[in-house]
T-cell receptor, first 116, second 118 residues
Framework: DSGVTQTPKHLITATGQRVTLRCSPRSGDLSVYWYQQSLDQGLQFLIQYYNGEERAKGNILERFSAQQFPDLHSELNLSSLELGDSALYFC???????????????FGPGTRLTVT | AQKITQTQPGMFVQEKEAVTLDCTYDTSDQSYGLFWYKQPSSGEMIFLIYQGSYDEQNATEGRYSLNFQKARKSANLVISASQLGDSAMYFCAMREGGLGSNTGKLIFGQGTTLQVKP
């Protein structure tokens, strides 16, 4: 158990719909990362938050958005869903990346999204 | 741009034998970090081992060791005494922007599927 929790574990929805994925980081971790894993694209970084502020953005679609709340949990919102959005969405957390040394990212169990 | 390459889509190894999973990387950063993660069929991502570019010794964690060859830009994972539970997908990753960047985002390779035969 990494200490990172994600809900829900599975989500099945229809095209055009909107869903929200939720993540709680490990206790004490201020950084939250979202990744998408699909068969054709592999594992891709979407977005990172640090202590409530967006710190880095990857190939995240405009239909997707995220935020990190004061209690440090994060939500990834996916709207106008398409079949190609079906994937495993991971949340990971770490300490401050700018501190000396490294901070490995601890991954949550993922949310498997199926768009039909 | 940084890139991670894993050229072995699938590997087989006999139980109790050692196996090497290949990873090469490309970066212009002077300091960087390399990671290996394991993803079993259940889907979770499990951190295995880390190697910093300035670390003089190869990293080891139990049965896992990282064969780091900086000049060749390779960071191969060696699993000794393979067990059936080692059957999984293995990903090599690099922290983008080097160790001084303000983001810890990871760039992943395509992964290698390892099957351990009894």
């Amino acid at each position: 158990d990494s200490g990172v929790t994600q809900t829900p574990k599975h989500l099945i929805t229809a095209t055009g719909q909107r869903v929200t994925l939720r993540c709680s980081p490990r206790s004490g971790d201020l950084s939250v990362y979202w990744y998408q894993q699909s068969l054709d694209q592999g594992l891709q970084f979407l977005i990172q938050y640090y202590n409530g502020e967006e710190r880095a953005k990857g190939n995240i679609l405009e239909r997707f958005s995220a935020q990190q709340f004061p209690d440090l949990h994060s939500e990834l919102n996916l709207s106008s869903l398409e079949l190609g959005d079906s994937a495993l969405y991971f949340c990971a957390s770490s300490g401050d990346p700018q501190r000396e040394g490294f901070y490995e990212q601890y991954f949550g169990p993922g949310t498997r999204l199926t768009v039909t | 741009a940084q890139k991670i390459t894993q050229t072995q889509p699938g590997m087989f190894v006999q139980e109790k034998e050692a196996v090497t999973l290949d990873c090469t990387y490309d970066t212009s950063d002077q300091s960087y970090g390399l990671f290996w993660y394991k993803q079993p069929s259940s889907g979770e991502m499990i951190f295995l081992i880390y190697q910093g570019s300035y670390d003089e010794q190869n990293a080891t964690e139990g049965r896992y060791s990282l064969n780091f060859q900086k000049a060749r830009k390779s960071a191969n994972l060696v699993i000794s005494a393979s067990q059936l539970g080692d059957s999984a997908m293995y990903f090599c990753a690099m922290r983008e922007g080097g160790l001084g960047s303000n983001t810890g985002k990871l760039i992943f390779g395509q992964g290698t599927t390892l099957q351990v035969k009894p």
